[in-house]
């Protein structure tokens, strides 16, 4: 399957996913645009899949609705294999920021996430009572959480409340990579 093919049938799964959780909790798109802050047209545009969401809006959606943001991007496959630099990535819109989503299950997620040298990301704010673990895998990076700053180097982990602000930044001349968990408090 093509690029092309691989991300149309990404955003039709997203928008499959929505449809189905918003027909199961019997609402409807202004319901739903009520509940994410997103609006209806947007909404309806994603669910026909007649546009690409960025990273932002789908945790937007994600957060509105409580559930974890690779629920919308569930596999019904008894097997997935994820390859680094390979199948679904999302970005932020600075393109300094990169994950890859890894893993699934009812309350955990985990991906791989790569930030471009000499650059911040700062995350929207996560689901309330979410823990997020973040191990440096190549690189370094600081970690600001609530205010205060840590350093981690290859193989260093971290654990936080992630809907505390927090911050990656990467002060080196190559790129950090982090496989990152969310555990979520749901």
């Known amino acids: 399957m093509d690029e092309i093919d691989e991300s149309k049938q990404i955003v039709l799964q997203i928008g499959g996913a929505l449809k189905k959780y918003r027909k199961e909790k019997n609402m409807t798109l202004d319901d739903l645009s009520e509940l994410t802050g997103v609006s209806k047209l947007t909404l309806g545009n994603i669910e026909r899949g007649d546009t690409n969401p960025t990273l932002a809006m789908i945790w937007k959606i994600s957060k509105g609705i ?7 991007f569930q596999s019904e496959k008894p097997v997935s294999l994820y390859r680094a630099g390979e199948g679904l990535r999302f970005s932020n819109d600075e393109k300094n920021w990169v994950i890859e989503p890894v893993f699934k299950s009812n ?3 985990m991906c791989r996430a790569y930030l471009q ?9 996560h689901h309330v009572n979410t823990t997020e673990i973040a191990t440096v895998m190549t690189g370094s990076i ?6 205060e700053m840590h350093t ?3 193989y260093d ?5 992630a809907d505390y602000p927090h911050a ?3 002060h080196t001349n190559g790129e950090t990579v ?3 968990s969310l555990k979520y408090g749901f």
């Open 152 to 154: 981690l180097n290859q």
């Open 117 to 125: 040298p000499n650059s911040s990301y700062y995350p929207e704010g």
């Open 142 to 147: 600081e970690i600001q959480v609530n205010g």
């Open 107 to 109: 309350d955990i997620e």
């Open 157 to 161: 982990t971290i654990s936080f409340r």
């Open 66 to 72: 409580s559930l974890p943001l690779l629920s919308l």
């Open 168 to 170: 990656y930044t990467n």
């Open 178 to 180: 982090l496989h990152i």
